[in-house]
T-cell receptor, first 109, second 114 residues
Framework: GQSLEQPSEVTAVEGAIVQINCTYQTSGFYGLSWYQQHDGGAPTFLSYNALDGLEETGRFSSFLSRSDSYGYLLLQELQMKDSASYFCGVGQAGTALIFGKGTTLSVSS | DAGVIQSPRHEVTEMGQEVTLRCKPISGHNSLFWYRQTMMRGLELLIYFNNNVPIDDSGMPEDRFSAKMPNASFSTLKIQPSEPRDSAVYFC????????????FGPGTRLTVT
């Protein structure tokens, strides 16, 4: 079978660094994606990792370890506007992306 | 580009009525995905198309749901008859790759069935 686990909630303060983990179990894995969704909005693409290692895009970075079936999204210099839900999605052969349940990030001042 | 376009943005209907949701993907994208999002179930993939052909419809909850993609620029998701438990936000997304590692979502249709 396939499964995706990510924390349901994370809280942090402005300026801090937060890491949202995602562990998965699937066959035919070929990549991990991250999406952000603000309340009342649509998911928006953040990053995609097909290879092991860290991908950096501004304040956001995403990491993948294929051997550990694990990845994370790292958000630095947190801002209030980063308060949102974050979804990891697993790409696997023969089917479309499967999303996790999402992590709600609350940033306070 | 205008992005993925969905209509209507909001739909309120009575149980038993037919509901049709519409989607126009980003021009040039050859994969299209329909999702349903609720608090309880999260973001569920219902069906996806590649080059207008349905690839996987295993997420379609039951026979009351059907989807079509008659051409590269238009898709519909139909629920007939609708039930209160179908109330959710329905998203359409498109991508330039088959599995949709990088998808672009429409604004969604908020469906309420009373």
């Amino acid at each position: 079978g396939q499964s995706l686990e990510q924390p349901s909630e994370v809280t942090a303060v402005e300026g801090a660094i937060v890491q949202i983990n995602c562990t998965y179990q699937t066959s035919g894995f070929y990549g991990l994606s991250w999406y952000q969704q603000h309340d009342g909005g649509a998911p928006t693409f953040l990053s995609y990792n097909a290879l092991d290692g860290l991908e950096e895009t501004g304040r956001f970075s995403s990491f993948l370890s294929r051997s550990d079936s694990y990845g994370y999204l790292l958000l630095q210099e947190l801002q209030m506007k980063d308060s949102a839900s974050y979804f990891c999605g697993v790409g696997q052969a023969g089917t479309a992306l499967i999303f996790g349940k999402g992590t709600t990030l609350s940033v306070s001042s | 580009d205008a992005g993925v376009i969905q209509s209507p943005r909001h739909e309120v209907t009575e149980m038993g009525q037919e509901v049709t949701l519409r989607c126009k993907p980003i021009s040039g994208h050859n994969s299209l995905f329909w999702y349903r999002q609720t608090m309880m179930r999260g973001l569920e993939l219902l069906i996806y198309f590649n080059n207008n052909v349905p690839i996987d419809d295993s997420g379609m909850p039951e026979d009351r749901f059907s989807a079509k993609m008659p051409n590269a620029s238009f898709s519909t998701l139909k629920i007939q008859p609708s039930e209160p438990r179908d109330s959710a936000v329905y998203f359409c997304a498109s991508s330039s790759d088959l599995a949709g590692s990088e998808q672009y979502f429409g604004p969604g249709t908020r469906l309420t069935v009373t």
